[in-house]
């Protein structure tokens, strides 16, 4: 049986009597997930994490970590959490070296630990060539693979990252993503983001957060589930038109929509199974001669599963108190 | 606290404040030629640290946790570090580097003028002035870190700190509490060079002792409640 890592209960934070932050925010992570924390930008994600580590007080509700409450002075359970905050800072005059070695001092670590540590870390990330370089001179990217090795430092086992690829060019998000879909292998993740695609392609679970609160919880199977239709999306080479008239007069086929200059949608009724739709699909190509360059199943994606709950959320009104 | 010690030593702030102490010291000591005592040197240099190098102080003191509120502070409370240990260590190392600074500084002083000028000093005297001029100190210290708690912005906290130790020289004479006034101490430190002891240094010690404990127990209380 897996055990709870984190768990939280009607967490609430308001600041100052003005600003709800985090409303009523129930959520639990088990051993060995990676979830997603999904919302848009201000929607209290940077905030629920900071209440996660005792970095700030709930004003009402409770957050457990490990089983034990989270509090200013838990630092028994954040010696077995790794965070990297956005845009993480660095003493501008310290090495990585001299960084990661002061790291391993606040885990009270020993040297020959530390050294250890440090030095497999640093090669890990792809930091030994800047390995005795001043952090001031460091690239963004530079900056997240340090702030990555920092948050290993301790060999954690739950992490939790806060959008980690802020900032980061295309190479330097795959290959933080990598890293992360690696390390989750053996650590529970938690991790921060506004980015669907992110979330979709390395998440095993997702929390959608909303104005504060949890408005979807569950796995990433079960979020594209919802959004699932008899659909098919197709991108061909050749004469669009005739495979359209084609399309449209196949017994079964319900409607064909033309999506820009190579792209069709053929919706299906449920006298069709999947494979007989894209058995259909693909002879009305050949027939008028064109060449089928993809085909999917067009609704299996975070996006419009992501918008579908937040207008489902939207309308429910009133209902949301309950 | 070692880290944070490391960093203050190693400024450039820190080597061009000692380089400018000692010259001016210099300048104090050879210019005093026949005229000057032990009591009247050493008292004068003193009394830099209380007038001149104290904005020094107030600014390396004040921005103590003020200058790491944000991620920096993030970074290094997520780890297995409890408030208390964070603050003891702010405390701890500005107090070590205030008094290493003042120790070499003084030291420089006393032993220029020791060889110099001409002695009218009675030992438990100096040693006496230099103990009260540190307590003096330590209380700049300890208020400069609780400003620097209690403010997230290190200029309120420089500046809110400066109006207070200037405030408490001119001001507490004013309201017959001269006793914690340091302006009070420098007039003095001839004296009590010499020898000449009041009881109201008692109350001078009480006094300045009970307000780092103050300054200290009441910003642990706000660090602790407040959110980083």
């Known amino acids: 049986m897996t055990s709870i890592v984190i768990e939280t209960e009607n967490l609430t934070k308001i600041f100052g009597s003005k600003l709800i932050a985090v409303n009523n925010l129930s959520l639990k992570v088990e051993e060995g997930e990676i979830l997603g924390f999904l919302g848009q930008n201000g929607a209290g994600k940077t905030t629920t994490i900071r209440l996660l580590l005792g970095l700030i007080k709930p004003t009402a509700g409770d957050v457990s970590v490990f089983g034990e409450r989270m509090n200013s002075n838990s630092s028994n359970l954040r010696k077995r959490i790794g965070y990297l905050p956005t845009n993480p800072r660095f003493p501008p005059k310290m090495t990585p070296i001299q960084y990661l070695d002061f790291v391993g001092k606040l885990f009270y670590q020993s040297k020959d630990e530390r050294m250890g540590k440090l030095s497999k870390l640093i090669r890990a990330v792809g930091l030994l060539p800047s390995a005795s370089r001043e952090i001031k001179g460091f690239s963004t990217g530079m900056i997240t693979r340090l702030g990555l090795a920092a948050a290993l430092m301790n060999d954690p086992d739950l992490l939790i990252l806060d959008e980690p690829t802020s900032g980061l060019d295309p190479a330097g998000r795959k290959s933080t993503l990598e890293l992360i879909q690696e390390l989750g292998k053996e650590k529970t993740v938690f991790i921060s983001s506004h980015i669907l695609s992110e979330i979709d392609r390395i998440c095993t679970h997702i929390s959608v957060v909303d104005e504060g609160k949890s408005i979807f919880l569950g796995s990433m199977k079960d979020m594209k589930k919802r959004t699932q239709s008899n659909t098919l999306r197709l991108e061909l080479e050749g004469n669009l038109n005739l495979v359209f008239e084609n399309l449209r007069n196949k017994s079964g086929v319900t409607t064909i929509v033309k999506r820009g200059e190579i792209g069709l949608d053929m919706s299906y009724d449920s006298s069709l199974s999947m494979l007989e739709a894209v058995r259909i699909a693909i002879d009305a190509t050949a027939k008028c001669g064109s060449e089928l360059i993809s085909i999917s199943s067009s609704t299996s994606s975070v996006e419009d599963a992501f918008l579908d709950i937040l207008k489902e959320e939207e309308s429910r009104g009133f209902l949301r108190a309950v | ?228």
Do not use: H
Request: net charge neutral; glycine share 6%; charged share 10%.
């Open chain 2, 1 to 228: 606290m070692l880290a944070d010690m490391s960093t203050l030593f190693r400024s450039k702030l820190t080597f061009a404040w000692f380089i400018a102490a000692i010259f001016l010291e210099l300048v104090r000591v050879l210019g005093s030629g026949s005229a000057g005592t032990t009591s009247s040197v050493v008292s004068a240099g003193l009394s830099d640290f209380v007038l001149i190098w104290s904005l020094i102080m107030i600014g390396m003191t004040a921005s103590a946790v003020s200058s790491e509120s944000g991620e920096f502070a993030d970074s290094v409370m997520s780890k297995s570090v409890t408030r208390f240990d964070y603050l003891f260590a702010k405390f701890s190392s500005r107090i070590i580097y205030v008094l290493a600074m003042y120790g070499a500084i003084s030291a420089v002083i006393v032993g220029l003028t020791l060889g110099i000028v001409k002695n009218d000093y009675q030992i438990y005297g100096l040693i006496s002035s230099l103990l009260l001029v540190a307590l003096a100190l330590i209380v700049l210290t300890t208020m400069g870190v609780a400003f620097s708690t209690f403010s997230p912005n290190t200029i309120i906290a420089i500046v809110s700190l400066l109006v207070v130790w200037y405030a408490m020289m001119f001001f507490f004479p004013l309201v017959k509490l001269e006793f914690l006034s340091p302006a009070n101490l420098i007039t003095l430190l001839p004296g009590i060079i010499r020898g000449n002891w009041t009881t109201t240094l008692w109350n001078t010690i009480v006094g300045w002792t009970s307000i780092s404990v103050a300054c200290t127990g009441l910003s642990a209380i706000y660090f602790y409640l407040k959110d980083v």
